[in-house]
Every structure is written in structure tokens, then in C-alpha cells.
């Protein structure tokens, strides 16, 4: 069974910075676009980042534009999403899934939570001075 082990979140100050990780133990992520996607209470699951297979090109939610970055080691077949400055509406717990439909990024990839599997348990992430 393929799940993503998500890692990395904790407390963070605003204007702080977080990196969180993912892997899938025993699973390469060559070949997939990889999602970085959370969910705070009571609210659906929000698309933060996607990065694609092959040339790195990524998505990225408006939301956390200029202040998130996403990336991956292919060699260590790991996703990485750094968090910079986070604001109050930064908190949930983030997941991260592989896109079973494309290897790229691009269009609904970060609208389409469906297309994403091998969720993990996710990390979270909160926000506090």
C-alpha cells in the first residue's frame, strides 16, 4: 500500500519559515506530478502547489504566491514545500499526493484533488507569535 509520509510542520511565528517534506516509502515519484494541498477545520481540502515530473515546472496557489516554494529531489524521491512568512490563514494540515492523470502541471491541478492519490496523514502547521 503507497502512502505519502508527510513531515516537518510544527509551530511557526508569523514571518517565520517552515519546510515541510513528503515521501512514499518504496515509491518513485518519477513519472508523477506531485501535489502539496491542506485543509483547515470545517473547510475542503485547498490546492497549494504542484510541481511537475520531469522539468520542475510548478503551480502555485495565489494565495501563498511569493511565499511558498515548492520542490523535489528525484534522487531522494522527495517533495519539498518551503514556507515563508505565514499569515494567520496559513494553518492546516498539509498533505501531499501523487497525480495519478499527469506528470505535468498545469490547468486544474491544483482544482482537482481527485486526481491525486497515495495520500498520507498529513502534517500540521501552526501559525502563532
Known amino acids: 500500500q503507497v502512502q505519502f509520509v508527510e513531515s516537518g510542520g510544527g509551530l511557526v511565528q508569523p514571518g517565520g519559515s517552515l519546510r515541510l517534506s513528503c515521501a512514499a516509502p518504496g515509491f518513485t515519484l518519477d513519472g508523477y506530478a506531485i501535489g502539496w494541498f491542506r485543509q483547515a477545520p470545517g473547510k475542503e481540502r485547498e490546492g497549494v502547489s504542484c510541481?511537475?515530473?520531469?522539468?520542475?515546472?510548478?503551480d502555485i496557489a495565489d494565495s501563498v504566491n511569493g511565499r511558498f516554494t515548492i520542490s523535489r529531489d528525484n534522487d531522494k524521491d522527495t517533495v519539498y514545500l518551503q514556507m515563508n512568512s505565514p499569515k494567520p490563514e496559513d494553518p492546516a494540515v498539509y498533505y501531499c499526493?501523487?497525480?495519478?492523470?499527469?506528470?505535468?502541471?498545469?490547468?486544474?491541478?491544483?482544482?482537482?484533488?481527485?486526481?491525486?492519490?497515495?495520500w498520507g496523514q498529513g502534517t500540521q502547521v501552526t501559525v502563532s507569535s
Open positions: 510541481i511537475s515530473s520531469s522539468d520542475g515546472s510548478s
Open positions: 499526493g501523487a497525480n495519478l492523470m499527469r506528470s505535468r502541471c498545469g490547468g486544474y491541478s491544483l482544482s482537482r484533488a481527485y486526481e491525486y492519490a497515495y
